[in-house]
């Protein structure tokens, strides 16, 4: 009776770990993206079996009438049970991110959500590597600041644009693993552990992720939440990836909380020397 006591309170402690962004509480600590899938109904088999709580829609499509998926997408969803997060992807200058946030919001408020402020920011000139704009990044997000949004940076694993990024009011950081869409994993380690380290608000690993280890991985060294697309919306099963995902975000994110042992140079003896009888 006493394991069963034991067991509710740590199912108890588990569900009430709640992803807090900017006094916002989400049950979930993965986050999805829309674009890639197949079909509609792919991304939504995805999105349900996720059992994420926020999704993020490109603005630049969205906000074009003739793809009509994104659209689709947008009105079949259940908004009561999802947050959406507008981003601004496709965006190479920092005044075109800030005009594609405005629109962002307005898109937020059509589905009933007039509170949402949220953005992830994207300002990436680069479209060979798809790496993000530091400078850019910094200015836009300080404007979007200002202007009452809710800011989630894409950037690179940088810990001092990180800082700065924190310092001048950013909801979360959000560095890159490695290159989006490349299913390379966690390439910039070492510096996603700094960033994590000197971090007072959410990290959230977003681009690079491959498989559901990694993203594992990822929730041990401390990292808040996952954003995940590619590996999910590409693979031969997306519905049945997302779960898997889910499973591993969650089972990550208890190992971390649970205080890891560290690794040894050498073995150590499971039991004591003492008490042996001789």
């Not at 309170?9 to 709640?18: A, E, H, P, R």
């Not at 960033?195 to 990292?223: Q, T």
């Amino acid at each position: 009776m006493v394991f069963i006591q034991d067991k509710n309170k740590i199912i108890s402690n588990v569900k009430n770990d709640y992803l807090i962004i900017n006094n916002h509480y989400f049950n979930s600590r993965l986050l999805l993206g829309t674009g890639k899938y197949k079909n509609v109904e792919e991304a939504i088999d995805s999105i349900i079996a996720s059992e994420c709580n926020i999704i993020t829609i490109a603005i630049r499509r969205a906000q074009n009438n003739l793809i009509s998926g994104l659209n689709i997408l947008l009105k079949r969803l259940n908004w009561k049970n999802l947050w959406l997060l507008p981003n601004t992807a496709g965006c190479k200058t920092s005044d075109e991110a800030i005009r594609i946030a405005k629109l962002g919001r307005e898109i937020a408020k059509t589905i009933g959500q007039e509170n949402n402020n949220f953005i992830k920011l994207e300002v990436i000139p680069d479209s060979k590597y798809l790496f993000p704009d530091p400078v850019g990044t910094l200015k836009a997000a300080e404007v979007l600041i200002n202007n009452g949004f809710t800011v989630l940076p894409y950037i690179n694993a940088d810990p001092v644009l990180a800082k700065h990024l924190e310092e001048i009011g950013c909801a979360t950081i959000m560095p890159l693993a490695s290159p989006i869409g490349s299913a390379k994993g966690l390439q910039n380690l070492s510096n996603i552990k700094i960033i994590i380290e000197n971090a007072k608000v959410p990290v959230i690993i977003d681009a690079g992720i491959g498989c559901p280890s990694e993203a594992a991985k990822a929730m041990e060294l401390g990292a808040s939440a996952i954003l995940t697309n590619t590996a999910i919306a590409k693979c031969k099963n997306p519905a049945q990836m997302a779960l898997a995902m889910n499973l591993a975000i969650k089972s990550g994110r208890i190992a971390y909380l649970s205080g890891l042992i560290k690794a040894t140079d050498y073995a150590t003896k499971s039991s004591p020397d003492e008490g042996i009888i001789e």
